[in-house]
C-alpha cells in the first residue's frame, strides 16, 4: 500500500509566521510610543491650562472686588485699601449702603499670599482664611498714589493697585528642564478703583 502525501495545506510556514509577528511587534511598538509620547503631551498641556486659569481666575476675583474699594454711598469713614505689605491687601466697600462695614461679608475682604504653602487666601472679616488659588509661586501688589510715586503707608492716598500673580504647574514636566520641571505663568494687572477719589 502506498500512501498519498497532501503538500498542498494553504498554510502559513513557520518562517512566515515569524516574519509577520516581528512586522506586527514593530508596528505596535510604534503605536505604543506614539500613544504614550500624545499622552505626555496632552498631561503637560492640561497642567498648563490648568495653571492659566488658576491665575487668570485669582487674578478677575480680585480685580472685581478692587474696582467696588471704598464705595461708600452711606457716608460712613473707612479706608477703601489698606495695604499691609507687598503680599497682603485689605478691601472694603459699604455694599448694603447701611453706613458701616460688616465684617464676614462681601464688604471687608482680605487677600494674603500664604509663601509656605504656594497659595493665595481670601479672608472675610473676622472668618477663616480660605484658599482662592493653589500653587501660587509669587503675589505681589504695588500701591500708587495720584501722581503715579508708589506708597507703603498712607492708605488714603492709595488710587491704583498693581497686582502681580505668579502660579506654577502642580506637576514638574520631565521635558522641561527651567525651574525645576514647573512651568510659570506670570498675570499682571494695574486697577484704578473708581470709588478712590483723585
Same mark, same amino acid.
Given at each position: 500500500?502506498?500512501c498519498s502525501?497532501n ?7 513557520l518562517?512566515?509566521?515569524? @516574519?509577520?509577528?516581528?512586522i506586527g511587534?514593530? @508596528?505596535?511598538? %510604534? @503605536?505604543t510610543t506614539?500613544?504614550?509620547s500624545q499622552?505626555?503631551?496632552?498631561s503637560a498641556?492640561e497642567?498648563v ?7 487668570r481666575?485669582?487674578?478677575?476675583i480680585?480685580?472685581r ?7 461708600n454711598?452711606?457716608?460712613a469713614?473707612f479706608?477703601?485699601?489698606t495695604?499691609y505689605?507687598?503680599?497682603?491687601l485689605?478691601?472694603k466697600a459699604d455694599?448694603?449702603a @447701611?453706613s458701616d462695614?460688616?465684617?464676614?461679608t462681601n464688604?471687608n475682604?482680605t ?5 509656605s ?9 473676622g472668618?477663616?482664611?480660605q484658599v482662592?488659588?493653589?500653587n501660587?509661586?509669587?503675589?505681589t501688589?504695588?500701591?500708587y498714589k %495720584?501722581?503715579?510715586?508708589t506708597?507703603t ?8 493697585v498693581k497686582?502681580?500673580i ?7 514636566d520631565?521635558?522641561?528642564? %527651567?525651574?525645576g ?9 494695574t486697577?484704578?478703583?473708581l470709588?478712590? %477719589?483723585?
Open positions: 500500500m502506498k502525501e503538500r498542498n495545506t494553504g498554510g502559513f510556514t518562517i512566515e509566521l515569524l @516574519v509577520s509577528m516581528g511587534m514593530v @508596528v505596535l511598538g %510604534a @503605536v506614539t500613544f504614550m499622552t505626555k503631551f496632552y498641556q497642567q491650562n490648568e495653571m492659566e486659569q488658576n491665575a481666575g485669582a487674578l478677575d480680585i480685580t472686588e478692587l474696582k467696588m474699594a471704598g464705595y454711598p452711606g457716608g469713614i479706608a477703601g485699601v495695604f505689605d507687598t503680599s497682603q485689605q478691601i455694599l448694603n @447701611v462695614i460688616q465684617d464676614n464688604e475682604i487677600y494674603a499670599y500664604d509663601d504653602n504656594f497659595r493665595i487666601t481670601r479672608t472675610l472679616g472668618e477663616t482664611a482662592l488659588a493653589d501660587i509661586t509669587a503675589f501688589f504695588t500701591c %495720584a501722581d503715579g510715586a506708597t503707608t498712607t492708605s488714603s492716598e492709595i488710587r491704583q497686582i502681580d505668579t502660579a506654577r504647574t502642580a506637576k514638574p520631565p521635558n522641561y528642564t %527651567a525651574n520641571g514647573y512651568r510659570t505663568y506670570q498675570v499682571i494687572a486697577i484704578t478703583p470709588n478712590l %477719589a483723585f
